[in-house]
């Protein structure tokens, strides 16, 4: 698994929390959710309250139970933005200065060059070296890059990459090991906003 990533499955298992939430949103009681899963609702019960990790194939019949009771909805790939501008480790600060000013983007992942995830450099990560290094500008991207943004698929419902972009300022979007695209704030809501499905309501 990619280090830092994070499908519906693996939230769950972080936050047991989203479990409830999407049953709720399905319509779902806990007991008619089990009985589709074909598991009891003692166990929803402490899945959702955190008090047992079930394993990974429950859990996946479980989320294929809520995902064909939510119905078709958007994903990750139908707003992620393209191309990804990245950078190496090896890169100078100053080229990350200068492509977030030219792009007008305040992070950028770190790739090595064969185009896996390394980390993250942030608006913030350059300040806190301003504020530590004589000259920062004589730094290397890699040695600033802080943890990697969370990485979903393509098909990882956009409710979902909603609820992580309260956490962290973008999400990756990940397709056997290549970044395929990115999830800012803003495309969320120009998907919800600009779409013309948003325009009828």
């Known amino acids: 698994m990619i280090r830092g990533e ?3 499955l693996t939230e769950i298992l972080r936050f047991p929390q989203r479990l409830r939430e999407l049953r709720l949103k ?8 089990a009985m589709r899963a074909g598991v009891s609702q003692a166990l929803i019960a402490r899945i959702e309250s955190g008090a047992v990790n079930p394993r990974l194939s429950t859990l996946q019949r479980i989320v294929k139970v809520l ?4 119905g078709p909805s958007m994903k990750a790939e139908d707003i992620m933005h393209q191309p ?3 950078l190496h480790p090896d890169d100078d600060v100053n080229k990350a200065v200068e492509l977030m000013e030219q792009y007008g983007i305040s992070q950028i992942p770190i790739v090595d060059y064969e185009g896996r995830i390394l980390g993250t450099i ?3 990560s350059i300040l806190k070296a301003l504020s530590a290094t004589p000259k920062p500008s004589m730094l290397k991207v890699g ?3 802080e943890e990697p943004l969370p990485i979903v698929a393509p098909s990882t419902p956009v409710d979902l990459v909603v609820e992580m972009l309260t956490e962290y300022p973008a999400v990756l979007v990940v397709e056997k090991g290549l970044v395929k695209g990115i999830i800012a704030k803003i495309d969320v809501i120009k998907s919800r906003i600009l779409s013309p499905e948003a325009s009828k309501q």
């Open 84 to 86: 990804v501008i990245t």
């Open 143 to 145: 040695d600033i890059m």
């Open 26 to 33: 399905a319509g779902l009681t806990q007991k008619e959710l």
């Open 122 to 124: 942030h608006e913030t």
């Open 67 to 70: 995902e064909e009771a939510l």
């Open 6 to 8: 994070m499908s519906v």
